[in-house]
């Protein structure tokens, strides 16, 4: 068995079901061309996973450890509840 190429690190955050929509339009906005991929618990959470498609080869390659961090970041602020106007 062999690798067919690189094995993908996906970008990951956690965010509040809630705050979802509020932050995809962010993350589609700044990571745009990268794929994201999200799983919802069963109590509200939602896992994101980012890939960053691959120029060569099959598979993805993975985000850079900026990216990565972007990435936390963005759902750290978007799961901060916002106070109301």
Not at 45 to 59: K, S, T, W
Not at 66 to 76: G, I, N
Request: net charge positive; charged share 25%; aromatic share 4%.
């Amino acid at each position: 068995m062999s690798y067919l190429g690189p094995i993908p690190r996906p970008g990951r955050a956690l965010v509040r079901g809630e705050r979802l929509a509020d932050t995809l339009p962010e993350l589609e906005s700044r990571f745009a061309g990268v794929a994201i991929q999200g799983s919802v618990s069963r109590w509200g959470e939602v896992v994101l996973l980012a890939f960053d498609p691959a120029e060569r080869g099959a598979g993805v390659v993975a985000l850079s450890g900026v990216t990565d961090a972007e990435l936390v970041q963005v759902a750290v602020r978007s799961s901060v509840p916002r106070r109301p106007r």
